[in-house]
């Protein structure tokens, strides 16, 4: 494209042609006014400009300086006064060519007035066309058909019949310019209209073949170099050729050949020079290449080692401040002998500092892995209530320690779920709402909410049940519209500098957002400053979890609860008997239990919840849900501490299914059996719930076991 500067002069260049054209063809119109209508011929034996195409060549003057943008406004910034005039005149000078037309094509006169068939009948054609197609050209400025702008095609003919003509006239060749060497185009009429027809082509230079000769990059240069050459080099040479064979220095085929050889010679070198010039050109953008591609592959390998060196510290941190911490609470247990009061506060403040000093430490380790897309997300449908419940778990004693009221609005039914990694998102929530309380007085409040939204949020829903929104509303300092995107950014705090009031790295929102963005989702701010902020986490939506029991799933919570100990003692029997578990024979007793009887007692519990349709069934469930989720990752991390495989896990699910509903089936009558299917269906939800849950508990378990052993 061309720059600024180019295109300044082209629209220049343009009123200039503009203006030549209307002095040009005013001045031949005096000539012709005052008696002198052989003077505008300037070569001897040819022909004078006659007056239709002065009046013609004013016209076109005018409507091209009247329709070219002014300056370096846009085309459409000129006013309705100014495009009806510049159209006018291109109209009145394209109805003279017609009116000259028509009059060669009739027999007889067919104009009633003799001055102007004086002037009309005297116009070649090539110069009624030339006069036609500049005004078509001018009225076209603004039209286009598909990518190609009308204008240019009638500017190119106009340029065409002009070179014609300029070749006739020069050699003394009447064919090419008219019907005689004293009645055609004369020299005056083929630059004004060439003047028109480049003012045209310049009009536009942001687009099409204009843009290319006018760019700074190699096709422009070649353009530049050798259209001059190619248009000026055969005329030149040829007229002087010429001369020298009127003048008897050789014979016609002797010029000829001169001709023919030094445009060839000429030619050539000129391919030559602008070869080399883009060679040079190449060479220079080739080592300018190299250049930057070094640099940039020392900037990422710096980059890389940045991240190695702050994953590798971060780790042999975390190592020595894991075995403080713990060395704290056993010298607090009074593992070590007696502990006074004053021993177990500095104690506290110990485990407090060092907390801190590992979150820190887990920010920038989680940076490091972010910078080197070492971080692994493992997508899940997961409830939203469970998701916010967690997270609220983990920041109430940091509220509560402020006397910051937490409070919690649930606005999406208690099956509302998303995908995404479940960890990942805990982590993200904990972190808005560790920073909603850190920046929050105290005695203030933060809300906490999630929901559901069908539309499109903060760009287009990636499936077709919307979004999951978690949103943590705040009564804090606020942040100013101009900083709300930098906050984002690492190593960025609201209040930075030496006296800022809240400590941290600054990484918390980067680290959040991008781990969103990873999922599919997205992060997005509102705030005022000194009424606080609210941060919106916004993920993929699944379809809904249906909750609803049949009418006997409290009677069937009830019979599950009554039978926990025969479903558990059938369901270690089977586990036992399973030969896809062998392991499981040689287990003992309390190792292969584990948590099932709570668990099978916890999902009893939910089926009486949702039948008894209480006020407060969403926050009962919530609670079991969490309750659910902790004792499913221990039992996943247990079972992997068995050596058990993922594959085993699953299998144990599947054997905990058949013992739950054939137990029910035992002791519950016959006639209800088709109810306790429906019912069983339900419990089939929860426990595919659990299988996942147990699933990323054992997952971890073998991530940790990969790091200790590393």
Known sequence: MPSRTSTSWTSSFTRVTAAFAVMLGGSVLVAWSIGHPTAPSILPERPPMLADAACGLVLCGLALWLLAPPGSTEPGGRGRLRTWLGRSAGVLALALAVAGFLDHAMPGPILA??????????????????????????????????????????????????????????????????????????????????????????????????AVMLARGSGGTVARRLLPVAFLLPIVLGGALLVGEERGWYARPTSTALLVSGTVLLLGVAVVLSAMSLDRRERERSRLLEAAQIARARADEASAAKS?????????????????????????????????????????????????????????????????????????????????????????????????????????????????????????????????????????????????????????????????????????????????????????????????????????????????????????????????????????????????????????????????????????????????????????????EDHTAALVMDLAQRLVIIDEGRQDTTRLIRDGVVLQRRLCELHGAQRYNLGWSEAALDREYLILRDAIGDCLLAHTPLETHAQIEDALQVMHVFLDEAALQSRAGWKRAARRGLRALS
């Open 113 to 210: 007035w003799p001055w102007a068939r004086h002037w009309i009948a005297q116009s070649s054609a090539n110069e009624l066309a030339t006069l036609a197609l500049a005004s078509l050209a001018t009225m076209s400025l603004d039209v286009k058909i598909g990518r190609v702008r009308l204008c240019r095609v009638f500017a190119a003919a106009v340029i065409a019949i002009t070179l014609v003509a300029l070749v006739g006239l020069v050699y003394g060749a009447p064919a090419l310019y008219g019907r005689s060497p004293t009645n055609g185009m004369s020299i005056p009429t083929v630059m004004g209209y060439g003047a028109v027809a480049l003012g045209v082509l310049l009009a536009r230079p942001g687009e099409g073949s204009v």
């Open 308 to 592: 190695r060196f702050l994953a590798t510290m971060s780790h042999e941190l975390r190592t020595p401040l894991n075995a403080i911490l713990g060395y704290t609470e056993l010298m607090e247990l009074g593992v070590a002998g007696p502990v006074s009061q004053g021993q177990r506060d500095y104690h506290e403040r110990v485990r407090a500092s060092g907390r801190h000093l590992l979150g820190l430490i887990n920010e920038v380790l989680d940076f490091s892995k972010l910078e080197a897309g070492q971080i692994t997300i493992e997508p899940s449908e997961s409830p939203a209530i469970e998701a916010l419940a967690a997270a609220l778990g983990l920041v109430r004693p940091q509220a509560a320690s402020r006397r910051i009221e937490l409070r919690e609005q649930l606005d999406c039914p208690s099956g509302a779920r998303f995908r995404a990694d479940p960890d990942r998102v805990r982590q993200v929530l904990v972190n808005l709402l560790s920073n909603a309380v850190k920046f929050t007085a105290d005695g203030g409040s933060v809300v906490a909410s999630c929901g559901q939204f069908t539309g499109d949020g903060p760009f287009a829903a990636p499936t077709e049940h919307g979004w999951i929104y978690f949103r943590v509303q705040d009564t804090g300092i606020g942040i100013p519209r101009e900083e709300q995107e930098r906050v984002f950014e690492p190593f960025v705090q609201v209040d930075g500098g030496h006296t800022r009031r809240s400590g941290g790295t600054g990484l918390g929102l980067t680290i959040s957002r991008r781990l969103a963005r990873l999922m599919g989702g997205e992060i997005t701010l509102e705030s005022r400053v000194g009424q606080g902020s609210i941060f919106t986490l916004w993920l993929p939506a699944t379809s809904m979890l249906t909750v609803e029991a049949p009418v006997t799933s409290c009677n069937v919570g009830l019979a599950l609860k009554a039978n926990v100990d025969t479903v558990v003692e059938s369901f270690l029997d089977r586990l036992r008997a399973d030969p896809a578990l062998p392991s499981a024979a040689s287990a003992s007793q309390s190792a292969l």
